[in-house]
Every structure is written in C-alpha cells, then in structure tokens.
T-cell receptor
Framework: NAGVTQTPKFRILKIGQSMTLQCTQDMNHNYMYWYRQDPGMGLKLIYY???????DKGEVPNGYNVSRSTTEDFPLRLELAAPSQTSVYFC????????????FGPGTRLLVL | GNSVTQMEGPVTLSEEAFLTINCTYT??????LFWYVQYPGEGLQLLLKATKADDKGSNKGFEATYRKETTSFHLEKGSVQVSDSAVYFCALSDGTGGFKTIFGAGTRLFVKA
C-alpha cells in the first residue's frame, strides 16, 4: 500500500498563479483532510470530506477550493496564489472521524513569490 | 478556545540521552491528547495517545502522562537513538472528531551518534 501520496513535493508560484495540489489514498478511507502548517505554527484544517461528493470548510478555507469526485482523490485548488499561502500542505485520510486513525501524506511545500 | 503549546526546537541530544519535550494545553472539558511523529520525507504518524486524566500513553520507548492538574502531556524517552531524529507534534481533540484536532507547532529533534 502506498498510503497517502501527495504531489508535487515542492512548488514555487508567482502571485496570481493557480495550481492544484494532488492527494490520493489507496486505503478506501471515507474521510479526507487538507491541513496547512505555517512556520512556527501548528497544523490548521483547510477543508475536509466525509465521502465522495461531500466536502466542508475547516478553520482556514479562504483562497482554496476542493472537490471529491472519487473516494481516492481529494485535490486542493489555489485559484489566485498570494504570499500568505506560502506554507506546507498536508493531506490526510482516515477510516473513522477519530483523529488517531488519520494517515498523513508527506506534505507539499509551497512558496508564493 | 482550545490550544496546544509545545517547546520550541530544535532539540539536539547525543545518543542514549534522556529526552523531554514539553507540551501544555488549554481546553474546556476533557480532551484526548496525542503525540505524532514525522520522520524525514514522511507524513505524520500517531506515536501515542491518552484519553483521560492520569492515563499514560506509550509506544517505541516513548511515554507521556495526561496531567489535568498541570494541563500537560510531556513526551519522554529514557535513551534516544539516532533513528528518533524527527519532528514531534503534540495535539488534542475535544471529542468532535478529526475535524477539530488542534496541533502544536512541532519540535524538531536531532540525535547525534
């Protein structure tokens, strides 16, 4: 099993550009999450999904969009990149909503200049 | 609101030294507490957990005790190894599922041979 995979590992964007961060899990988990971690801060929840076709906002959703057309994939879209979106992005999935059951991807480091 | 504060890193130790990484929390009610570890190039993974006061979580030689009187959940290991070099995250959940997990900023540990 690959677990949770994220691409790309690292990306530099110019202000105003768009990009999609990819997240795929092969564990047939219903729950998927996107977090961001800013320097010196804890992870903050951006969006989550409880199943295909269902998504909801987390703590810091502004500037992002998500979709969940399949159980496996949960892409995160940045439409107009801003320097404030410079961060490390983690995708996670879980079989239940209990936090200790979450599996995390290795992260995507994004730099917006 | 709920919050988690953990000691800033990096922490640098020699092999076989004693490790303590401090974590304190603020929460209403009776949260569950967690330690996650992130090895280089990998995602976060659950290291240990405690769900009520005075519980001790343990795994791979690491321990942490849920202290409600001091609102703390310090991570300890009696003898660290080079392979313990990683980033350690303290986290809490107030029981409303993975959607509301609060993470600390992480503490990077370097262990020298």
């Amino acid at each position: 099993n690959a677990g949770v995979t994220q691409t790309p590992k690292f990306r530099i964007l110019k202000i105003g550009q768009s990009m999609t961060l990819q997240c795929t899990q092969d564990m047939n988990h219903n729950y998927m999450y996107w977090y961001r971690q800013d320097p010196g801060m804890g992870l903050k929840l951006i969006y989550y999904s409880v199943g295909a076709g269902i998504t909801d906002k987390g703590e810091v959703p502004n500037g992002y969009n998500v979709s969940r057309s399949t159980t496996e994939d949960f892409p995160l879209r940045l439409e107009l990149a801003a320097p404030s979106q410079t961060s490390v992005y983690f995708c996670a999935s879980s079989m239940t909503e209990r936090p200790e059951t979450q599996y995390f991807g290795p992260g995507t480091r994004l730099l917006v200049l | 609101g709920n919050s988690v504060t953990q000691m800033e890193g990096p922490v640098t130790l020699s092999e076989e030294a004693f490790l303590t990484i401090n974590c304190t929390y603020t929460a209403t009610g009776y949260p569950s507490l967690f330690w996650y570890v992130q090895y280089p190039g990998e995602g976060l993974q659950l290291l240990l957990k405690a769900t009520k006061a005075d519980d001790k979580g343990s795994n791979k030689g690491f321990e942490a005790t849920y202290r409600k009187e001091t609102t703390s959940f310090h991570l300890e290991k009696g003898s660290v190894q080079v392979s313990d070099s990683a980033v350690y995250f303290c986290a809490l959940s107030d029981g409303t599922g993975g959607f509301k997990t609060i993470f600390g900023a992480g503490t990077r540990l370097f262990v020298k041979a």
